[in-house]
């Protein structure tokens, strides 16, 4: 059992009261202050001849949080062609934006010719790059053969992961670069969002080795993948820890090679997960006896909050008193989600998802509030959403100087169907 209690980071109670008068809930609530907070951090990452810091805008797409983190600086990482257009509809210039994605969409060629640039993630898209554009400028995504993240899920190096050229087969990849005459200026490499700065610094030297290949790399981007502490007792990322021998490295390799090269970073979680939170409404408490559980029910699930279901991971869960009392004592609950699905847990044993794990709270009474923290990243993002025809919840940004602004409204019913069809 988890025995830690945890405390309110991203909202004080007050606050989660106005934000569930204004648009109920559940709803997605972010800190702006926080978010302008990390993006400094980011910004003043170790390096040696320049940075640019991409936000990795798959963990929190929401126009708003682009256009903040552009306004402080910060460059663009998509993953797709969509999300390219969505940076672009949000007002991000196209060459403020890089590409590294699973699937090379057709259109791509227009962004490429607008600004945007990409990062081939496979020798077929090398090859279809270098089609479109013969002679152009490329960059590679490589697997360097090494990979950290939390779990399989999360670990997207090594030989277990489909991202990037697998560095075993850059003999292929020149022959394909070759034929279309082009020209390899970037070299990137993703590995994961581990818990391992050792492993974050091999994977950084391995990919260094790559650039050798390659006299016209102008540039060096490791990706994101540092591990935040979500929550009490865990450890984040010390940027300036794991900056240093980075910059190290590539101060070395210019007095080597007298290349100096531009590097690059792309935090999404770093960014994000802990500038946000899910508010929800315990809607129902069950319990199964002496030798079972007691159980939260929630007004949320797995429909705002899939990563628990999906890896077992750990979110703080406060609960708020609707009559202020926080002197009922605490119990230990198993929270679950509103879905007819008993996969729909939010308290799983860390990384193992179908293992209950209680957690203790404030004793809970049905109306009270539950916030889950460490929900700005992956969350939104990547929520089972509209199973059981829940429409996606809202989103609201609390703003620097506190005033809470709807940033999405709560989806409607006519929302979720508005694309069927007619025909029985
Ligand atoms: C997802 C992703 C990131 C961000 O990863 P985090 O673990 O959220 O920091 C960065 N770069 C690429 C290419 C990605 O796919």
């Known amino acids: 059992m988890n025995t830690h209690l945890e405390t309110l980071r991203t909202l004080d109670p007050s606050t989660a009261g106005r934000i569930r008068d204004l648009v109920g809930t559940p709803a997605y609530v972010y800190d702006e202050k926080t978010l302008v907070a990390r993006a400094h951090e980011t910004l003043a990452f170790p390096n040696a001849f320049g940075l640019t810091v991409r936000y990795a805008m798959k963990a929190c797409p929401n126009g708003n949080i682009l256009r903040i983190f552009d306004r402080e600086g ?59 554009f013969p002679g152009g400028e490329i960059g590679l995504r490589l ?50 969002s581990g818990s391992d700065p050792a492993v974050w610094i091999s994977a950084a030297s391995l990919t260094l080795a790559h650039v050798r290949r390659y006299e016209t790399v102008c540039s060096f981007n490791l990706g994101g993948g540092f591990k935040v502490a979500r929550m009490s007792g865990e450890t984040g990322t010390d940027l300036q820890l794991v900056g240093q021998p980075v910059r190290e490295l590539l101060e070395g390799f210019a007095r080597e090679t007298g290349r100096e090269l531009h590097f690059e970073i792309e935090p999404g979680t770093y960014l994000t997960a802990n500038a946000g939170a899910v508010l929800t409404t315990v809607q129902d408490i069950s319990t199964t006896g002496e030798e079972g559980y007691a159980f939260i029910k929630l007004d949320a699930g797995m429909t705002e909050l899939t990563r628990p279901s999906l890896y077992g991971s750990q979110h703080p869960m406060i609960l708020i008193p609707a009559d202020g009392d926080e002197r009922r004592g605490s119990a230990s609950y198993v929270a679950v989600g509103h879905c007819c699905e008993s996969g729909d847990m939010l308290t799983p044993r860390e990384g193992d998802p179908s293992v209950l794990d209680p957690r203790m709270m404030i004793r809970a009474q049905i109306g009270d509030l539950l916030v889950i923290e460490g929900a700005g990243a992956y969350c939104s993002a990547m929520a089972t959403k509209n199973y059981n025809s829940f429409p996606e919840a809202p989103e609201v940004l609390i703003r620097a100087n506190g005033e809470a602004a709807v940033i999405r409204r709560r989806q409607t019913l006519d929302q979720i169907i508005v694309n069927e069809e007619t025909v029985v």
């Open 74 to 132: 910060l460059h663009v990482d998509a993953s797709s062609v969509w999300e390219v257009e969505r940076a672009v509809r949000a007002g991000i210039e196209p060459d403020r934006i890089s590409l590294s994605t699973q699937e090379l969409a057709p259109g791509f060629e227009d962004w490429v010719r607008r600004g945007v640039k990409v990062n081939a993630c496979s020798l077929d898209q090398i090859d279809r790059y270098g089609r479109a």
């Open 143 to 192: 697997n360097p053969g090494l990979g950290s993240g939390g779990t399989t899920k999360t670990n997207v190096g090594g030989p277990a992961s489909s991202f990037g050229i697998w560095h075993e087969t850059l003999d292929e990849a020149d022959v394909i670069l070759r034929k279309h005459g082009s020209v390899v200026v970037r070299i990137h490499s993703h590995i994961g």
